[in-house]
Structures are given as structure tokens and as C-alpha cells.
């Protein structure tokens, strides 16, 4: 284990917290931009401290990313594993305070909507370290999900919120975090999402593994429809499962579908059978997954992370819920947002594929997130300007 000394004045330490698939996606660009601030020789040196909480335990899930990706390994692992979400969370309260008090850290990042974020958002606030939420403002309007009571509580509890849209800024505004009468002078600003960062950066290299995935489920590129399901709501339901997987079946081509962990458990305790026209298979890691999405015909998906990349891959998205957080891909027409009943799924992927908006279309940004992050959380640390040795490295220049 690392623990870090007390700090000279030339160098300031953060302490990132993640452990589940998209975080570790986010993961990746901001670590790469740290590395160029560093390798830029600006004052202060960043100490980077990669704490995984182990909420993803399964190695297929995990594991893999790291490899794939080039992600720094973790300096802590919490392996916190399977429970309730009350379980789950006091585990990684407990074992987190303990690693954030051993640690002379200026901030934590915290990164989307997970049980992670929710702990590492109420760890830092009673230890009182400063915390800066990659990934703010965004809602759903879906009151009783997990997920949006960990965007709430993470953006209330962050003294900086690094929003990944405009819409998402507003919903900020909207509940008074960095306005003129916040009581905590918390700050907002609008970087983009880090995840278009990641795809950009990996995206040719994802390419080297679309022909032996193809070869290997029997698929033709532009052919097949990519199933994907992991929220509690439909997962943890056998009939809403039953009418997805129903739907699949009905349609005209094959449908990938990598089957995640607590998706086979419920699949195995309902005898729900997966065969037919849908081609299942282990959970893909991530370079897999982009070369997957990018030569599907259609992409069917209750996450919000795989919305996204289908959105910046220029892949159609039908969305298995009611709302989603990412309502500007539903006003660009390239997301259809149609539940879990089987005639809607059928009806929206068997519909002609509309026009693809224009390039300038870009509500997430240009791909350099991860260096107006670092860039942000310098400023706020010591009140100067942007510094322009990392947003040069993550533009590329």
C-alpha cells in the first residue's frame, strides 16, 4: 500500500476513487492528463492516488480495463465485492476512511453515479477534504434509482462539479451549487466527458480486435444488434427480462448480448433461457466493447455510459428505460427512448435509421475533458488560471 508523506510546496496530491466499468473508462484520460501536466514540469507535481473499491469484484469486469487500457494499477484495492447497496456502501465507507486518513491528500475525485461515488463523496465531507465530481449534473428525473441518489448527494456534497454539458450545468444552477448565493462558493465548470476522451484515444486501437470477435460469435459487420443490461430495475426483474430478451428474439438479425454477472444470476434463478437469435457471451473489455458498438447495425441499452458511445460512434441507440441523463442524444434523434415492453423495442429497432446530425453537434464537448479537469481543480486549489501545459497535451498540440 502507498501512503504519502506530508507535502513540500511544490507538489499536491488527489486521490481518484472508482470501481466500476465507466469509471475506470474516465479513468484513463485523467490520468494521461496529469502525466502531461507533470511531464510539463508546471508547478505543483500532481501525486495521483488510484483507490479501486472493488465494487466491480469480477476480474472479467475489472480487471480487464486496467490491462486493456494502460490504466495505472490501483494503489489501494478495497475489495469490497457483492451485497446489498447498504452493504456495499458502509463497506466502502468503512475501508475508505481508513485509506483517506492515511493519506495527506488536497483532493478526491469522484467520477459518475455509482456506490463508489456516493462513498467517496460522504467519506471525503466528514474528513473534510475537498472533493471535485467528474461527471456533474446530470439527472434522469428517475427519483428512485440508485443512480440518481448518487448524482445528487455527489454534486451537493463536492466543493468543485465538472459538468459534461450545458444541460447539465443548468441542472446545477437549478439547485443553486455555484451560484452567486451558494453558501459553500461551490464552483461548476463545463469540460465535456471524459469518455469521448477515452474513445478518441482508443478508438484505432480498438479496431485490431472487431475481425476476431466477429469470427468468433459468427457475426458480419453492420449485421448484428449489441444487447447490453446492468441496471437493478431490469436485471433484478425476471419479467421485464423475459420482455427484452423477447423482443431480441423477434429480431431480423443476431443479437450480441455480453451477459453481465448479476444479469446470469437472475437469468439462472428464473430458468430464463438465452438461445435463439440472440448470441450470448462473457462480459467484453473495453476494447472489445468500442470495436463491437462501432460495427453494430443498432445498439439496445439500459446504460448511460453505452448511450454515449454509441452516440459518438454514429450507431443508432435504443434505450431500455423510461428517461435517461442523456437527454441531447434523444433531441439529436440518434436515441429512441422506449422501456422494457416488447412491441416498442421491436418497433424502434426495425425503424428505418434517420439522418445523422452534423459534426458540429457536439453537447459533450471536443475530446480534452480530462485536461480542463486537471486544469480546473489546479485553478481551484490555488485560485490562478488555467494552465495551458495540459489543456495543450490533451488537444493533442
Given at each position: 500500500?502507498?501512503?504519502t508523506e ?8 488527489w ?6 466499468r465507466?469509471?475506470f473508462?474516465?479513468l484513463l484520460?485523467?490520468?494521461?492528463a496529469i502525466a ?11 501525486e495521483h492516488?488510484i483507490?479501486?473499491?472493488g465494487?466491480h469484484y469480477?476480474r ?10 494502460g490504466?495505472?494499477?490501483p494503489d489501494?484495492?478495497?475489495?469490497v465485492g ?11 465507507m ?6 483517506l486518513?492515511t493519506i495527506?491528500c488536497d483532493?478526491?475525485i469522484?467520477?459518475?453515479?455509482t456506490?463508489?461515488t456516493l462513498?467517496?463523496?460522504?467519506v471525503s465531507?466528514?474528513?473534510?477534504i ?5 461527471e456533474?449534473g ?10 440518481e ?5 455527489a ?6 462539479l465538472l459538468a ?7 441542472n446545477l444552477?437549478?439547485e ?13 465548470h463545463?469540460?465535456?466527458?471524459v469518455?469521448?476522451d ?20 459468427g457475426l458480419?459487420?453492420g449485421r448484428y ?5 446492468h441496471r437493478a430495475?431490469?436485471t433484478k426483474?425476471?419479467?421485464r427480462?423475459?420482455e ?6 423477434k429480431?431480423?438479425c443476431p443479437?450480441?448480448?455480453?451477459i453481465?454477472p448479476?444479469?446470469?444470476?437472475v437469468?439462472?434463478s ?5 438461445n435463439g437469435?440472440?448470441?450470448?457471451a462473457g462480459?467484453?473489455?473495453?476494447m472489445?466493447m468500442?470495436a463491437?458498438?462501432r460495427?453494430s447495425r443498432?445498439?439496445l441499452t439500459d446504460?448511460g455510459?453505452v448511450?454515449k ?7 443508432p ?5 423510461e428517461?435517461?441523463?442523456?437527454n441531447?442524444t434523444?433531441?439529436l434523434?440518434v ?5 422494457t415492453d416488447q412491441d ?7 425503424a428505418?435509421r ?5 459534426k ?6 471536443d475530446g480534452t475533458?480530462?485536461g ?9 486549489s490555488?485560485?490562478?488560471?488555467s494552465?495551458p501545459s495540459?489543456a495543450r497535451?490533451a488537444s493533442?498540440?
Amino acid at each position: 500500500m502507498l501512503t504519502t508523506e506530508p507535502k513540500t510546496n511544490g507538489s499536491t496530491t488527489w486521490v481518484s476513487i472508482v470501481g466500476a466499468r465507466p469509471q475506470f473508462v474516465k479513468l484513463l484520460p485523467v490520468c494521461q492528463a496529469i502525466a502531461a501536466h507533470n511531464a510539463s514540469q508546471c508547478s505543483p507535481r500532481i501525486e495521483h492516488v488510484i483507490v479501486h473499491t472493488g465494487q466491480h469484484y469480477d476480474r472479467d469486469v475489472a480487471g480487464v480495463f486496467f490491462e486493456q487500457m494502460g490504466i495505472p494499477e490501483p494503489d489501494y484495492n478495497l475489495a469490497v465485492g457483492s451485497g446489498s447497496h447498504g452493504t456495499q456502501l458502509a463497506r466502502m465507507m468503512e475501508r475508505l476512511e481508513r485509506v483517506l486518513q492515511t493519506i495527506h491528500c488536497d483532493w478526491v475525485i469522484i467520477y459518475g453515479d455509482t456506490n463508489s461515488t456516493l462513498a467517496g463523496a460522504l467519506v471525503s465531507a466528514r474528513l473534510e477534504i475537498l472533493a471535485a465530481h467528474v461527471e456533474a449534473g446530470c439527472r434522469s428525473g428517475e427519483w428512485d434509482l440508485p443512480e440518481e441518489h448518487a448524482r445528487i448527494v455527489a454534486d451537493h456534497l463536492s466543493r468543485l462539479l465538472l459538468a459534461p454539458s450545458h444541460r447539465a450545468m443548468e441542472n446545477l444552477h437549478r439547485e443553486g451549487i455555484g451560484s452567486p448565493q451558494d453558501p459553500l462558493a461551490r464552483k461548476t465548470h463545463f469540460v465535456g466527458d471524459v469518455m469521448f476522451d477515452a474513445l478518441l484515444h482508443n478508438l484505432q486501437i480498438a479496431e485490431n480486435y472487431v475481425q476476431p470477435n466477429l469470427q468468433k460469435f459468427g457475426l458480419e459487420s453492420g449485421r448484428y444488434y449489441l444487447l447490453t443490461l446492468h441496471r437493478a430495475q431490469n436485471t433484478k426483474n425476471p419479467d421485464r427480462l423475459r420482455e427484452i430478451l423477447n423482443a431480441a428474439q423477434k429480431l431480423d438479425c443476431p443479437v450480441l448480448f455480453p451477459i453481465h454477472p448479476r444479469t446470469q444470476k437472475v437469468l439462472a434463478s428464473a430458468c430464463i433461457s438465452v438461445n435463439g437469435n440472440i448470441r450470448p457471451a462473457g462480459p467484453f473489455g473495453y476494447m472489445d466493447m468500442i470495436a463491437l458498438e462501432r460495427h453494430s447495425r443498432k445498439i439496445l441499452t439500459d446504460s448511460g455510459g453505452v448511450q454515449k458511445e454509441a452516440f459518438y460512434l454514429s450507431v443508432p441507440c435504443v434505450t431500455l428505460r423510461e428517461t435517461t441523463e442523456w437527454n441531447e442524444t434523444v433531441e439529436l434523434g440518434v436515441n429512441q427512448i422506449v422501456g422494457t415492453d416488447q412491441d416498442r423495442i421491436v418497433e424502434a429497432v426495425l425503424a428505418p435509421r434517420g439522418p445523422w446530425p452534423a459534426k458540429e453537434a457536439l453537447p459533450y464537448g471536443d475530446g480534452t475533458a480530462a485536461g480542463k479537469i486537471v486544469s480546473a481543480i489546479l485553478s481551484a486549489s490555488n485560485g490562478a488560471g488555467s494552465h495551458p501545459s495540459v489543456a495543450r497535451a490533451a488537444s493533442g498540440d
